[in-house]
DNA sequence: GTAAGCAAGCTTACGATGTAAGCATGCTGG
DNA sequence: CCAGCATGCTTACATCGTAAGCTTGCTTAC
């Protein structure tokens, strides 16, 4: 083989990966131009060869994240019910975040929502679609269970919440722009517009979601008061991998 | 009057307040020592004659947002229900939390839990051990509703998730200080512990309380999939304020 | 072979930011 | 009246993201 020049080339792959690193050994607020820089035993205007900024890196890194959760869950089981394949899910996206403990609290102050994270969120709305949920209940779901299953807590679409200046309106047009591979999405987005096209408050009001979410807690807890141990006990075990 | 000297002395309740107002009007990361000076009409410096550092300041934030919770939630009405007391809170907490979108973000990637957060929860538990729950299912419950009483996601007590560096071990200790002013969290850590000695897992096993709350999201959605519009449909409106 | 073109990494520099250290100023109590 | 102190100011530095331009060595057409 060759001499390979001293060292493999630099490569976005590679910038992220030491980001990766550097964020798991010393925390998210070690990830700095400069400290991946020397890890990779390169200057830090080396790395905007690669990644067009910060930002983007950052981006990157949750990327990779809901990377490692998709990779880690698999392929949907055949006759797999909804309610298993969530709990699948959900599990195995904790188990990710026990990993890589700083990646919640980073995706959950991203200013916008990366584009993978729609992908993702498209994939648990499938399974819901297939279960039999309307879009309307669907949605309602995919608000309840948002911070289980990527450990955030941001609220979806519209509101741009944990950000800064309000930048929400090219969310949208982002998400139309992906259209065609989130189909479930635009389908629930569609459906929601045309049963709330005279709500003042757009077809996604998220002070209802909260509500659901909030009752559906409620009324679980009541539940569990009442009747102290008969509670659910699932089967599905997650596979230690 | 007196001529004031040309204006009021700096206070941190001063300092505070402005930082709230930069943080509202241009978002949390325009909150930067300079940024909140000018606000004031003084210089960078000045402010750490009445806030020891940045950290403290943020700090400060939460305990306001806490503080403005707590204020706008009034105290509770004679024969109200554990349910539709929380379920009070948890709405009004979401007021104050859209009249400042950056406090969810901020409370959650806090490095250690601000002090006045405990209070809070003491008196979330409160309600719920006075409403019949055991000390076990009041800390699920605990657990499950985090996320709404105060829109944040980071795991309670003793994972110090969102930061950096591990330091959790003395959030336990400054517990332990607290415990005269926290009697219920005392007494739940006491009661858990008791249960749950020879656990290696220690008493608050958070992957337990994540399988409690998923579940009771799941059960809920899939009772909702079941029967579609027999849902709750509760009373309790919030007080518009 | 050789010179043009270029990709990839380096150097330098600038404007934010948090904050340490010490200075200036004016009020207050003896 | 003045010593002492509280309070705000000035200066300075380390660290951060990143703009602008330079160097170096490989590739490729001739």
Redesign the interface.
């Known amino acids: 083989m060759r001499v390979e020049a001293s060292r493999q080339p630099l490569s976005r792959e590679r910038v992220l990966a030491e980001a990766m690193n550097v964020a798991d050994d010393?925390?998210?607020?070690?990830v700095t131009m400069r400290r991946v820089a020397v890890g990779l035993r390169v200057e830090a205007m080396s790395l905007y060869r690669h990644v067009p900024g910060k930002e983007q890196l950052l981006d990157g890194l949750v990327e990779r994240i809901v990377a490692e959760v998709d990779s880690a869950i698999g392929d949907r089981l055949p006759g797999e019910d909804w309610?298993v394949a969530?709990?699948r899910r959900?599990?195995t996206a904790?188990q990710v975040m026990m990993r890589h403990?700083?990646a919640?609290?980073l995706i959950?102050?991203r200013p916008a929502i990366p584009p993978d994270v729609y992908l993702y969120f498209e994939a648990v709305l499938a399974t819901l679609i297939d279960?039999?949920?309307?879009y309307h209940?669907a949605h309602q779901?995919i608000h309840?269970?948002g911070?289980?299953v990527l450990?955030?807590?941001q609220e979806l679409f519209s509101?741009a919440?944990?950000?800064?200046?309000s930048e929400h309106d090219n969310a949208d047009a982002e998400l139309a722009a992906m259209a065609d591979v989130l189909p479930h999405i635009a389908a629930m987005v569609a459906a929601e517009l045309h049963d709330n096209q005279d709500d003042p408050l757009g077809w996604c009001d998220s002070?209802a979601e909260?509500?659901f979410?909030?009752?559906?807690?409620?009324?679980?807890?009541?539940r569990?008061?009442d009747s102290?141990p008969v509670?659910?006990a699932?089967d599905a075990d997650i596979a230690s991998q």
């Open positions: 010393e925390g998210i607020s070690a309610c969530l709990r959900c599990l904790r403990r700083w919640p609290g959950g102050t279960g039999g949920f309307s209940l779901a309840a269970l911070s289980m450990g955030f807590t509101p919440a944990g950000g800064d200046n002070q909260f509500e979410t909030l009752d559906l807690l409620l009324d679980g807890l009541a569990h008061l102290p509670s659910p699932r």
